[in-house]
Nanobody, 123 residues
Framework: QVQLVESGGGWVQAGGSLRLSCAAS????????MGWFRQAPGKEREFVAT????????RYADSVKGRFTISRDNAKNTVYLQMNGLKPEDTAVYYC????????????????WGQGTQVTVSS
């Protein structure tokens, strides 16, 4: 089992920045590929970013490319999502997820999920 706890969400004005953190614990959390997803009210959960277990590979949704950066510190068992240039359409609950094997943009492939952290961007 892997336990995931997100933090760092909050309220910010458009153009601002936030950094989300996801602390992992449990069985060798550093061996898992990690992803960030988000879900806005009335919408389906969508892919934001993913990173390989070693941190050498990343992938982003087109909507966040160039604004968001995913990274990880395996010594701290923590994954980060640096969000710059935030827009009102980025408002959502952001979830951290972990999976075995290759990184992926498909939420169905992830085995473990955090509880989520709310991000609200005002115009």
């Amino acid at each position: 089992q892997v336990q995931l706890v997100e933090s760092g969400g909050g309220w910010v004005q458009a153009g601002g920045s936030l950094r989300l953190s996801c602390a992992a614990s449990g069985r060798t959390a550093s061996n898992y590929a990690m992803g960030w997803f988000r879900q806005a009210p009335g919408k389906e959960r969508e892919f934001v970013a993913t990173i390989t277990w070693g941190g050498g590979g990343t992938r982003y949704a087109d909507s966040v490319k160039g604004r968001f950066t995913i990274s990880r510190d395996n010594a701290k068992n923590t994954v980060y999502l640096q969000m710059n240039g935030l827009k009102p359409e980025d408002t959502a609950v952001y979830y951290c997820a972990a999976k075995n094997g290759m990184y992926s943009s498909s939420y169905n492939s992830y085995n473990y999920w955090g509880q989520g952290t709310q991000v609200t961007v005002s115009s």
